[in-house]
């Protein structure tokens, strides 16, 4: 079993800036693709950005040239910077986790439990 602890939301003002952590402890053999997804009143589930083993990103076009998606592989953890908020930004952030607990085991995708970014004056 893995277990995946976020931190870093709030309230903030337009402009201003946020770094949403999520920490992965448990089982792991290896991490593969991490992501962080957002989820608005109303609204469904979206990707926000992920980062692959390798360290490549990818980031959905809202949020491009605005927020930052990082790893340290050495504590499990990733990250996400987030510069320039928007009201529209305002959402739970949730992290998503694909693992291995050993080298012949599938991988297992784990969520976070959700941390709130609010964006208002």
């Known amino acids: 079993q893995v277990q995946l602890v976020e931190s870093g939301g709030g309230l903030v003002q337009p402009g201003g800036s946020l770094r949403l952590s999520c920490a992965a402890s448990?089982?792991?053999?290896?991490?593969?693709?991490m992501g962080w997804y957002r989820q608005a009143p109303g609204k469904q589930r979206e990707l926000v950005a992920t980062i692959a083993n390798g360290g490549n990103t990818n980031y959905a076009d809202p949020v491009k040239g605005r927020f930052t998606i990082s790893r340290d592989s050495a504590k499990n953890t990733m990250y996400l910077q987030m510069n320039s908020l928007k009201p529209e930004d305002t959402a739970v952030y949730y992290c998503n986790v694909g693992t291995k607990s050993a080298p012949w085991s599938r991988l297992f995708t784990y969520w976070g439990q959700g941390t709130q970014v609010t964006v208002s004056s």
């Open positions: 448990g089982r792991i053999f290896s991490i593969n693709t």
